[in-house]
């Protein structure tokens, strides 16, 4: 057999061209079992790349000689056969020409009330020892998807062409003699199954089903995908069994092994580089590598792609790029398999093994998702975002990712905007400390541990003062403006240690911020130090051909590379021009060399020339509940209660509750855009509810009616709007009648409305701030029953809804919570939890007054110049507002004098006047009275603090008026203080309480950076 299936495969190469990249063509095959018990079907489809053809398959009694000559054996009985290593942790079994990874090897998994399988005994080749398999489990496996059980590839490159058996047996359901129809099926490239193979086994003996797999490489990824059939679901894999034909093995090449006692030869030339050396200084170790690269590969460094996955293998493309080196980075990598693979190709293929970097938006977590961060920072507790981002970086770690595009450091002005979901807010103070802290928790003390991840602060810089509030558009934005709101919130981030930054989409001053060398690298690197490397935002650097600030792809590469920019996304600009654009001298070789160095620099500092690849065994794809206990502390903290009559927390003993709206109910709409890997969340609002009431009273739901009512849209890569043919034209789930029935008939109503997560975040400007859809029609209908209604807000900017604010009894403001939603808003409606949080955005009024900040300007005429309709020029609701389920009491304001070298301190008595425990969060704010460097705003919030009181309980609240609390940046982006009156206000809210005059007593104005 083994002559013919020599003779076979040559004749194969020859008839399909089997080159490398090369599409070749499948067909059908029809075998029948040679003991006639069987009948199989099988099919190929088109792969690009490495040919799986199935042979034949056969049933041979307990005992026989297993085929082959290099193999493994699973289950705890088992011995793994000609093997030179095995590594339990890892699950990683080297033969001599492959490695074979598979899940719990030694232990067999098994579904309760699933006997134990058939024992598979086979003899060694040339040895009379009988070995028994229990074998691993499909224990994903049903009739409509495959479930994938064992992978392998080929470790010796002179391997082109082998002979895999598969040995499985049966795994009996039910009757003994029962028979049923599972599939095998090989997956090439993280593709669809191919060579797929359906058979009807019985219990008799062992089953070898035999492959031919041809014009393969040490690039290519096998994986053993099992599909239960009608008849039963699972199936149990023995072992694997490899043959390679001896005139297709070259004995003169030999395998080159990279891995060394503690470094990797990724250049593969037997000596330990300086690169290659972990224990040589970081700078050393960069311009080592940075001396041995080529040009092509220098611009290969500078160069991310999107990494398409799928099914449909397009991602055999990249594999030529790969091994010449010509990426950097990968970004939307979401198959960890295929992201080892893309690794090990560049690591183990191209002549200098330097990694990949593959990078993600991980906004608000990974799979374990804590409220929007718009939504969490209203908590006033930035500690949140540490800990909740420490959690995304360890689960987006073991998902392949090793740099997250976040935190956002955009400051929220304009609610129309939908990127004003992924900011911490309208305030430079409040969202400097919490990006800050989102940076600690993604990179941790040591960014190249297994747990954390790179950081990269977005988008740098003026973004959000985007015209209209419309995405992607100009922005126009004052040196003063741009230097002590929107800059400071970046600088925290910096100061932090982030070590990547991305550059927007928008103009800046008239020039594209991707090219604009002022910000990029005056401020940015000059001013503030940064040592990590720029990334463009999404085909950014093209995009200046489109704003007619570049003539064409060379001048666009130019002008961004020259200003400061290290990296282009997607638009593959940089790689195919800037070579001739250093040879016209229009960009130097030095620009090019320090790019370079700063993205080298940070794959060093996240460990990447160390340990290049993720463990693909062990991957957890639930959350652990530790992580669900912070995601539900986070949304407790994160929901603002805008109102309350006094019917919260509800009395619900022997009560009728009736939950109504689209998002009651919803699995989707609660978790918020950018949803990382996690798309829907076991809990809802109506789960988290039923769990929270008392068993005396009932819970009933009803839709009501559908988050919108128009025809859906989607946003595609490229940032084109689609229409989103999965959603209907018309609001098929309008029950308008049944939710007045069902509120007539309870004690409460709980509304659950708001705006679809689709449009929030990227792309997603609105004209309008309303409820989409029927839904305010769905709340005046409910509302005119007279029940009181408790109304539920989710959403990822602030909406206008007056008469929601107006008729309900009680108001929460959700925003887009994440996976723990159900659970933390029942525990607030119920009283588990006290509500604490305070707007980070203001609500206004009406979508005419936008933008509308608390932190504006006094003007020369602060009565004067108001809309018609408005005689005060004020929010709905104000930044820093919020109620708790108490009372608090602020003393006034005093000044403390400074004294023995300590600063002055404003103070004021707490006073909890209520009667339950809760928590009050004191606000600083300040207004410089005269500032000759330019006009200062009416309020700046400086300071704050989450106080707990019970019943009763006085505390006194300080803080301290240092220079950096009453400061501000010049124009020459130096931090000063000057002389001269302040107003200061401790208070629960901005423009809220009377402030106390403070004159701060210098000579002169000093700089204290």
């Not at 080159?19 to 069987?38: D, K, T």
């Not at 001048?555 to 593959?572: F, H, L, T």
């Not at 609002?685 to 988050?707: F, H, Y």
Request: glycine share 8%; net charge negative; with cysteine.
């Amino acid at each position: 057999m083994m002559n013919s299936m020599c003779r076979f495969i040559r004749g194969w190469q020859k008839a399909c061209f089997l080159n490398r990249g090369a599409r070749v063509w499948g067909f059908s095959l029809l075998g029948l079992m040679l003991s006639g018990e069987s009948l199989l079907t099988a099919q190929s489809v088109e792969t690009l790349g490495p040919k799986v053809v199935f042979e034949e398959q056969q049933t041979l009694p307990a005992g026989s000689q297993m085929p082959g000559e290099q193999y493994v054996l699973f289950g705890a009985n088992a011995q793994p056969g000609a093997a030179e290593g095995v590594d339990p942790s890892m699950n990683l079994i080297k033969l001599s020409d492959f490695e074979v990874t598979a899940p719990v090897l030694g232990r067999p998994r098994l579904l309760p009330n699933v006997r134990k399988p058939d024992l598979a005994k086979v003899r060694l080749p040339g040895d009379s020892q009988e070995v028994v398999s229990t074998g691993l489990l499909n224990i994903m496996g049903s009739p409509d998807r495959y479930s994938d059980v064992a992978s392998f590839r080929i470790r010796n490159p002179a391997v082109t062409s082998f002979t895999l058996w598969v040995l499985h047996g049966t795994l009996p359901i039910g009757k003994t003699d029962q028979s049923y129809s599972p599939h095998l099926a090989i997956r090439v490239n993280g593709a669809a199954a191919t060579a797929e193979v359906a058979s009807v086994l019985t219990q008799v003996g062992n089953t070898f089903t035999q492959f031919t797999i041809t014009g393969a490489s040490r690039s290519d990824s096998f994986t053993l995908a099992l599909k239960a059939g009608e008849g039963g679901p699972y199936l149990t894999v023995a072992g694997l069994s490899f043959s390679v034909p001896p005139a297709l093995k070259s004995d003169e090449e030999s395998f080159v092994e990279i891995e060394r006692e503690g470094w990797l030869d990724l250049n593969k030339n037997g000596s330990k580089d300086v690169y290659e050396d972990p224990s040589q200084a970081l700078d050393r170790r960069v311009n080592d590598l940075l001396a041995q690269m080529t040009m092509e590969e220098k611009l290969g460094q500078l160069n991310q792609l999107v990494m398409v996955g799928g099914n449909d293998g397009k991602d055999a493309n990249y594999f030529p790029n790969l091994r010449r080196g010509e990426v950097s980075s990968f970004i939307w990598s979401r198959d960890l398999a295929l992201r080892n693979q893309f690794q090990r190709i560049v690591v183990q293929e191209s002549r200098l093994g330097i990694p990949i970097i593959f990078g993600m938006d991980m906004i608000h977590g990974t799979r374990t998702l804590f409220p929007i961060a718009l939504g969490l920072s209203c908590s006033f507790e930035p500690e949140l975002f540490e800990r909740s981002q420490a959690v995304a970086a360890r689960e987006a770690r073991a998902a392949g990712i090793d740099w997250v595009f976040a935190p956002m450091c955009d400051l929220a002005r304009d609610p129309r905007w939908g990127r004003v979901v992924e900011t911490a807010g309208e305030d430079p103070y409040l969202s400097a400390l919490c990006n800050a802290a989102q940076v600690r928790g993604f990179q941790g003390e040591d960014p190249s541990a297994s747990d954390r991840v790179a950081a990269c602060l977005k988008h740098f810089v003026g973004y959000s003062a985007v015209t209209g509030g419309r995405d992607y558009n100009d922005a126009e934005v004052s040196e003063w403006t741009l230097r002590n709101m929107h800059l400071p919130i970046f600088h925290a981030g910096i100061d932090a240690g982030a070590l990547t930054v991305m550059s927007s989409f928008n103009t800046l001053d008239g020039i594209p911020t991707v090219a604009n060398r002022y910000a990029l690298t005056e401020i940015l690197r000059d001013e503030w130090g940064f040592d990590g490397f720029v990334v463009s935002d999404w085909m950014a650097v093209l995009e200046q051909v489109s704003w007619g600030y570049a003539k064409d792809a060379a001048d666009a590469a130019a002008r961004a590379i020259s200003a400061g920019n290290d990296m282009d996304m997607k638009s593959d600009s940089y790689f195919p021009h800037l070579a001739s654009e250093v040879r016209a001298g229009r960009v130097s070789l030095a620009t090019v060399d320090e790019a370079v160095r700063r993205v080298l620099r940070v794959k060093f500092q996240v460990g990447l020339f160390e340990r290049p690849y993720t463990e693909e065994l062990g991957y957890r794809t639930d959350s652990r509940p530790e992580d669900l206990a912070l995601a539900r502390e986070c949304v407790t903290k994160s929901a603002v209660l805008l109102k309350n009559n006094g019917i919260l927390p509800l009395d619900t003993a022997g009560k009728k509750v009736a939950l109504i709206g689209p998002v009651g109910e919803d699995h989707r709409e609660i978790l918020g855009c950018w949803t990382g890997f996690c798309s829907w969340s076991r809990e809802t609002l109506a789960s988290g509810l039923k769990a929270a009431l008392p068993e005396d009273a009932t819970l009933t739901v009803v839709k009501g009616c559908s988050i919108n009512s128009v025809a859906g849209t989607k946003t595609l890569q490229d940032g084109r709007i689609v229409r989103d043919e999965s959603e209907a034209p018309h609001d098929k789930d309008l029950q308008i009648e049944q939710a007045v029935q069902a509120a007539l008939e309870s004690d409460v109503a709980i509304l659950a409305l708001g705006e679809p997560k689709g449009w929030t975040g990227e792309n997603a400007s609105r004209m309008s701030l309303s409820l989409t859809g029927h839904q305010q029609a769905l709340f005046d209908a409910v509302a005119a029953t007279g029940k009181p209604v408790v109304a539920i807000i989710f959403s990822g900017r602030p909406l206008v809804l007056p008469e929601v604010w107006e008729k309900s009894a009680a108001v929460f403001y959700a925003w887009q919570p994440g996976t723990e939603a159900g659970n933390g808003l029942a525990d607030l409606l119920v009283g588990k939890a006290s509500p604490s949080a305070r707007l980070s955005m203001s609500i206004p009024q009406h979508v005419g007054q936008v933008p509308i900040f608390y932190n504006h300007y006094n003007t020369g005429r602060p009565r004067s110049g108001q809309y018609r309709e408005l005689a005060e020029p004020v929010a709905a609701y104000w930044f820093g507002y919020g109620l708790t389920y108490t009372s608090f009491e602020y003393s006034p304001v005093r000044i403390v004098p400074a004294s023995e070298g300590k600063p002055a301190v404003a103070a004021i008595t707490l006073t909890n006047t209520g009667e339950r425990t809760g928590v009050e969060v004191p606000q600083m704010y300040i207004r410089q009275m005269v500032c000759h460097e330019g006009a200062r705003p009416k309020q700046e919030l400086r300071g704050f603090q989450r106080v707990e009181l019970a019943p009763g309980a006085s505390t006194e609240v300080r803080f301290e008026l240092t220079d950096e609390v009453l400061g501000y940046v010049d124009r020459q982006g130096h931090a000063r203080v000057d002389p001269g009156e302040y107003l200061i206000w401790i208070a629960p809210q901005a423009h809220q309480g009377s402030p106390v005059s403070f004159d701060y007593e210098n000579e002169r104005s000093q700089s204290y950076d």
